[in-house]
């Protein structure tokens, strides 16, 4: 089993709507959680962390956290074509000073 | 411009020889990271360093060598290179403290190794 989790996708909706992007993990001790946003041929970028149960939202972004069920998500809104990339969650565990990132979904949205 | 540079950004090489990919940053981040990028298998740690002479492993040290005598510099060293290395490599990096996990990533180093 791996150790963060998400669905490959892609994940297609279309401009303007809500596109919801969804992570587990497996470390239950895990601290930290953070999304990344990867362009294609591009170095992924950070876009939304989160260290606390609940939301916390930037502009068009929130960050959902839910330790209990070892869940993290992200939700865009106002989908726009430029927001077409792949999505990484990376997972703080709780032993050592490193990131797991999982695989990855690839967002399409399409006009 | 802050930023995390990478070289070479492209590099073919054959089974055995030695290579080096530098990496280097003007932020004066105290952590450095590596990682490989492989389809179906996400972005994986390769190694780490919290600061100067400090460095650990990550997920997947096998292969690799690293060190880290100034602050700015991170080079990642493949001794004797094989084709299951062949891959796309992100060197990172990040403040120190409450935000050592909010990473700058260069711009990736293509290696293929035939």
């Known amino acids: 089993q791996k150790e963060v989790e998400q669905n490959s996708g892609p994940l297609s909706v279309p401009e303007g709507a809500i596109a919801s992007l969804n992570c587990t993990y497996s470390?239950?001790?895990?601290?930290?959680f953070f999304w990344y946003r990867q362009y294609s041929g591009k170095s992924p970028e950070l876009i939304m962390f989160?260290?606390?149960?609940g939301d916390k939202e930037d502009g068009r972004f929130t960050a959902q956290l839910n330790k209990a069920s070892q869940y993290v998500s992200l939700l865009i809104r106002d989908s726009q074509p430029s927001d077409s990339a792949t999505y990484l969650c990376?997972?703080?565990?709780?032993?050592?000073?490193?990131?797991?990132f999982g695989g990855g979904t690839r967002l399409m949205v399409k006009p | 411009e802050a930023q995390v540079t990478q070289n070479p950004r492209y590099l073919i090489t054959v089974t055995g020889k030695k290579l080096t990919v530098t990496c280097s940053q003007n932020?004066?981040?105290?952590?450095m990271s590596w990682y490989r990028q492989d389809p179906g298998l996400g972005l994986r740690q390769i190694y780490y360093?919290?600061?100067?002479?400090?460095?650990d492993k990550g997920d997947v040290p096998e292969g690799y060598k690293v060190s880290r005598k100034e602050k700015r510099n991170f080079p990642l060293i493949l001794e004797s290179p094989s084709p299951n290395q062949t891959s796309l490599y992100f060197c990172?990096?990040?403040?120190?403290?409450?935000?050592?996990?909010?990473?700058?990533f260069g711009p990736g180093t293509r290696l293929t190794v035939t």
């Open positions: 990172a990096s990040s403040p120190e403290g409450a935000r050592v996990y909010e990473q700058y």
């Open positions: 989160i260290y606390s149960n």
């Open positions: 470390d239950r001790g895990s601290q930290s």
């Open positions: 360093s919290m600061n100067v002479e400090v460095t």
């Open positions: 932020m004066n981040h105290e952590y």
């Open positions: 990376a997972v703080n565990p709780w032993a050592g000073n490193m990131l797991t």
